[in-house]
Each structure stands twice: as C-alpha cells, then as structure tokens.
C-alpha cells in the first residue's frame, strides 16, 4: 500500500486512511499493534531520557516518516525494520474493514 496515514491515538483507536482504506477501530481490538508500537519506542533517540512510554498519538506517514507525539516525542525515518511491522497492521486493519456490516439503507 503507498500513500497511507495511520494514527494510533493514546486515547485507544487506531485508524487508517489511504485511497483504498479508511476505518477506526478500537486499539485493544488489534493483535498487532502492540509489537509495532514496542519496535517504534525501541528507536527512540538514547540521549533522550525524558522521553516516556505514554503518547498522544502515534502518526505514520507511509513506510519512512514515523512521529511519537507527546511532550518530549521524536521521529523515525526510513526504519526498513519497521515496515513488516507497518504491513501486519495495514492487513489486520483491512480484515476489520472487510468485516464490518453493511450500512442499513436509510428509508
């Protein structure tokens, strides 16, 4: 998949928007984020010790642009380890999608 936007938001829903996918699920819902978001936080910069596991959101633009949004956040770039990671949650979300009833047709 190219050209996609996930956010992991602290509050608890993961979400994904793409020109293929578009959907919100509830964060505890999904088997593969956890790893994803443990692989993001093992990259956080080692001269930063303020930097704390609790985050606002988590925001990946595509493969190469990762951002840990709180008060003391930092970037990933171009992380190749992180993309298996990025593709098992891109799936498992498009499983949700598939999944989802189809809207009652309003009368």
């Known amino acids: 998949m190219e050209n996609f936007t996930i956010h992991i938001f602290g509050y608890g829903e993961t979400q ?6 578009s959907i919100k699920v509830a964060t ?12 993001i936080f093992a ?4 001269d930063n ?3 704390i596991t ?8 595509g493969y190469n642009d990762v951002r840990w949004m709180s008060e003391n956040g930092f970037n990933v770039k171009d992380d190749a380890d992180l993309i298996p990671l990025i593709d098992a949650l891109i799936a498992e979300l498009q499983t949700a999608s598939d999944n989802q009833p189809e809207p009652t047709p309003e009368v």
């Open 16 to 21: 994904i928007n793409s020109q293929d996918l």
């Open 28 to 39: 505890n819902t999904l088997t593969t984020v956890t790893p994803l978001i443990d692989a």
């Open 43 to 46: 990259e956080k910069p080692a």
């Open 49 to 51: 010790t303020t930097i």
């Open 54 to 61: 609790d985050f606002h959101a988590i925001n990946i633009f």
